[in-house]
């Protein structure tokens, strides 16, 4: 039942079977609701953090910023980058202080709740270029300027090496 409950997940990443998105119990709704009202300052501050990230990482050799599509607003709940060697970019700031996250390391293909499709590596070699790629920089409301500078130039280092 808690695999069913979260995606079908074991372990992190890791997808056995196909699951659902249920892991919000009365308790945390409640506490959801109350934040409700700060969503749209949050998302504003989020967008603001984010700006900051795209005028300082722009034109940085070895970094690919995320798109924007137009005519959409953004949220930003991440800021992914898209970095080569990804594993050793991240250990690298993780070893200057600075968290970052995976989301999606391994593509839905690939999972073993999908492989009776019969998908293999190289099935959706862009999914899978990606998947080895992409690095979330620490992102959420409260991130103050500075904390953003000294991400940014942290990366900037690493990708400079």
């Known amino acids: ?16 079977i196909e699951g659902y998105n249920g892991r919000c119990d009365a308790l945390q709704a409640a506490a959801l609701r109350v934040k409700l009202k700060h969503l749209h300052a949050w998302n504003e501050a989020r967008r603001k953090n984010a700006k900051c990230y795209f005028e300082l990482l722009q034109d940085t050799d070895g970094v690919v910023l995320p798109g924007i599509i137009q005519n959409c607003l953004p949220v930003f709940h991440h800021f992914v980058v898209q970095v080569e060697k990804r594993d050793i970019v ?19 293909h690939l999972q073993k709740a999908y492989e009776y499709m019969g998908l293999t590596s190289g099935s959706f070699h862009v999914a899978e270029a990606c ?13 103050t300027g500075e904390q953003i500078r000294t991400v940014a130039n942290t990366l900037k280092k690493i990708a400079n090496r």
């Open 1 to 16: 039942m808690s695999m069913l409950r979260d995606h079908g997940q074991e372990n992190k990443y890791y997808h056995n």
């Open 131 to 143: 998947a080895r790629r992409l690095l979330s920089l620490p992102m959420y409301p409260e991130l």
């Open 90 to 108: 991240q250990e690298a700031l993780r070893e200057a202080g600075v968290q970052t996250g995976l989301h999606y390391p391994i593509p839905l």
